[in-house]
């Protein structure tokens, strides 16, 4: 005899996060941007991972007019989508998030769920600013500067002109370009801010946050230096198209990796673990209420 498998309220949430965002690759016409839902899904999961146990004691509950909402915002996602046979970008993907979330939990749960909402708005307007901020000429030399130097450690014949490094690989020379979004500074502030966002929520000194906000934004202009460095040993060995994609996408797995190792340790020293018992147990001096008195609320 079969035993039905019931999901708790935590994990049926997750299962449509998952299914909401993955529908669309099943509309005629319209997909998912594979770049955007990359970041988006890995973001997700780094909060989950810390914030879990909390999303399960969530005792929130929606109303019927909630969950009609929350279905109608998801809803309007996929039927604007289809108007326009565009793929459902990061936008959307913050969209349909929320709606699941009011669909669940209701609207005051974003107490909780605001965090992972504003990652993504972040993320967005991080990579917005692209049109807005120049391309500091100084930064892209130094960069390609670093670069080439780099590769002359590890043996590479490497040579650079402005922001242009020339390096003599085995398919013949390759001219790799640091400038625009290889600067990192789209993504620096984006994933800077992300490194300390998830830390807004813990009420401490301001005097303790600032330190933390400039590690965070440090770790991840140290972090890009790695993504590139990571990016030309690619293009070096592997041959042009690997390199292509790994300069796509190692910068989001080594920036979420550092986001995850900063929220460890920031939670660590924002946040020291209490000795065990200490708060649990009462004062010798103070004495027990009597039986069936309760204590006494001050």
């Not at 609207?107 to 769920?113: D, P």
Request: with cysteine; charged share 10%.
């Amino acid at each position: 005899m079969s035993k039905t498998v019931k999901l708790e309220k935590s994990q049926a949430f997750l299962l449509s996060v998952a299914v909401g965002f993955l529908v669309p690759i099943l509309i005629p016409g319209v997909g998912i941007d594979y770049t955007y839902f990359f970041i988006i899904a890995i973001v997700l999961m780094a909060w989950f991972a810390i914030k879990w146990n909390s999303v399960k004691r969530l005792l929130y509950r929606s109303s019927l007019l909630e969950t009609i909402l929350g279905v109608l915002l998801i809803g309007a996602v996929y039927a604007y989508d289809i108007l326009l046979q565009k793929r459902v970008g990061l936008l959307d993907d913050i969209v349909i998030f929320s709606g699941i979330v009011v669909a669940f939990y209701g609207i005051k749960s974003f107490k909780l769920f605001w965090v992972p909402t504003v990652y993504g708005i972040v993320l967005l307007l991080g990579y917005q600013l692209e049109n807005a901020i120049p391309n500091y000429v100084a930064l892209q030399n130094w960069m390609a500067g670093v670069m080439a130097s780099s590769m002359d450690l590890l043996g590479i014949n490497a040579t650079v002109s402005g922001h242009i490094v020339t390096m003599n690989s085995s398919v013949g020379p390759l001219l790799l370009n640091v400038e625009g979004d290889c600067t990192g500074v789209q993504g620096i502030l984006a994933f800077g801010m992300l490194s300390t966002l998830a830390i807004l929520d813990v009420k401490v000194k301001v005097s303790k946050l600032i330190p933390l906000f400039a590690i965070g934004f440090l770790g991840a202009f140290l972090i890009n230096i790695v993504r590139l460095f990571g990016v030309f040993l690619t293009f070096e060995y592997l041959g042009v198209n690997l390199g292509n994609e790994v300069h796509v996408y190692l910068g989001y797995l080594l920036f979420i990796a550092w986001v995850m190792v900063f929220w460890m340790l920031a939670f660590r020293y924002l946040v020291p673990p209490v000795a065990h018992g200490s708060s649990s147990l009462a004062s010798p001096a103070t004495p027990p209420p009597p039986p069936g008195k309760p204590p006494t609320s001050l």
